[in-house]
T-cell receptor
Framework: KQEVTQIPAALSVPEGENLVLNCSFTDSAIYNLQWFRQDPGKGLTSLLLIQSSQREQTSGRLNASLDKSSGRSTLYIAASQPGDSATYLCAGVTGKLIFGQGTTLQVKP | GAVVSQHPSWVICKSGTSVKIECRSLDFQATTMFWYRQFPKQSLMLMATSNEGSKATYEQGVEKDKFLINHASLTLSTLTVTSAHPEDSSFYIC?????????FGSGTRLTVV
């Protein structure tokens, strides 16, 4: 069974804190890993795509890593801001996307 | 970057009527598009894979006669919810994949009254 798990389900931090969101997957058929952001009632915004040949990707304050051997990916957010408050979804790519349940992040001013 | 346009963003319809949702790739051709459904506070559930020029592939448990998918061109896929009922009320999102990852539409909030 293809499964993607995200921990924690919810996270509340004060502004300025660095934080790590975790994603694990059990399906070895997953070859890429993509992180998305979803604001309430909105669609998904792609943050980072890590291809199987890569170990990490960076975009601004975001850094995502991928370890296929252990079936884990992390999304690191540096110097968090209230505008980062959203639900973060990771998805394994097997020709289609297999989503985790998401981590809802609240950054308090 | 790749843009997927989805319309309408929200729709309210009466029980028993049909609703069509459009998903367009604006700056690239998409031979494959995906349709997802999302319930409140839950993750996305893949409903079906839309293939240009051929029949859609539905996930287990998704009624193909209720959720009609048409992918007549490389830039347009449509999802029609037929004979909608209140339990079909949900957030529907389309997606297309290309080099650089998957891009999503802005979603359609369907409310059946």
């Amino acid at each position: 069974k293809q499964e993607v798990t995200q921990i924690p389900a919810a996270l509340s931090v004060p502004e300025g804190e660095n934080l790590v969101l975790n994603c694990s997957f059990t399906d070895s058929a997953i070859y890429n890993l993509q992180w998305f952001r979803q604001d309430p009632g909105k669609g998904l915004t792609s943050l980072l795509l890590i291809q199987s040949s890569q170990r990490e990707q960076t975009s601004g304050r975001l850094n995502a890593s991928l370890d296929k051997s252990s079936g884990r990916s992390t999304l690191y957010i540096a110097a968090s801001q209230p505008g980062d408050s959203a639900t973060y979804l990771c998805a394994g790519v097997t020709g289609k996307l297999i989503f985790g349940q998401g981590t809802t992040l609240q950054v308090k001013p | 970057g790749a843009v997927v346009s989805q319309h309408p963003s929200w729709v309210i319809c009466k029980s028993g009527t049909s609703v069509k949702i459009e998903c367009r790739s604006l700056d690239f051709q998409a031979t494959t598009m995906f349709w997802y459904r999302q319930f409140p506070k839950q993750s996305l559930m893949l409903m079906a894979t839309s293939n240009e020029g051929s029949k859609a592939t539905y996930e287990q448990g998704v009624e193909k006669d209720k959720f009609l998918i048409n992918h007549a061109s490389l830039t347009l896929s449509t999802l029609t919810v037929t004979s909608a009922h209140p339990e079909d009320s949900s957030f529907y999102i389309c997606s297309a994949g290309r080099e650089g990852g998957y891009t999503f539409g802005s979603g359609t909030r369907l409310t059946v009254v």
